[in-house]
């Protein structure tokens, strides 16, 4: 290789670097709320198989926050309230987020940050951990019954309709891509 080639190699990689450098600064300021940063998600977060687990929420437990987020009610409505206090795209209590942030060592507010996906995955997963739903089946009912909701016979058609969306989506190949929320 001449020197004329390693040079053009070399600025090639310098400029990678800033530009995922300038990509990991973008990131941030979109994750931040000028107060508090989105942590990452605890170590250890309960997943089918441990060779899935990662520090996103996205990879072992994308299908699942799909699936509810197409089973719930949710018509893209800020302002929408349910019957049991219940908002944002996952259709979550103020018991729940509070609950789910305590697990993860923060104090999002509910109002600013109920509507935003991501901190609404964060709370979700942190909250499963936290009581111990380690399958699909009781991640949802919890979700849907409170801590009670996997023994709940009422919680089961929830599944059901979850369960289904998941696997005609891994049957036919879909899925979804997301960022990883991080520090």
């Known amino acids: 290789m001449t020197q004329a080639h390693q040079r053009i190699l070399v600025n090639v990689a310098i400029a990678f670097c800033f530009i995922l450098t300038a990509a990991m600064i973008v990131a941030a300021a979109i994750y931040a709320d000028g107060r508090q940063a989105v942590p990452q998600r605890p170590d250890g977060v309960a997943s089918e198989s441990s060779a899935d687990s990662s520090d996103s929420p996205s990879r072992p437990l994308r299908p699942l926050f799909d699936a509810i987020r197409q089973v719930e009610p949710w018509p893209g409505d800020p302002r929408r309230v349910g019957a049991a206090g219940e908002r944002g795209p996952y259709q979550i209590t103020r018991a729940y987020w509070t609950d789910g942030c305590k697990a993860g060592g923060v104090q999002w507010s509910y109002e600013l940050h109920v509507n935003d ?67």
């Open 117 to 183: 996906p991501a901190r609404c995955e964060q709370v979700m997963a942190w909250y499963w951990q936290r009581y111990g739903a380690v399958t699909d089946e009781q991640r949802a009912r919890m979700h849907n019954g409170g801590l009670d909701g996997p023994s709940q016979a009422s919680t089961l058609p929830y599944w059901l309709r979850v369960k289904a969306l998941m696997d005609s989506r891994a049957t036919q190949g879909g899925g979804s891509c997301s960022v990883a929320v991080g520090k």
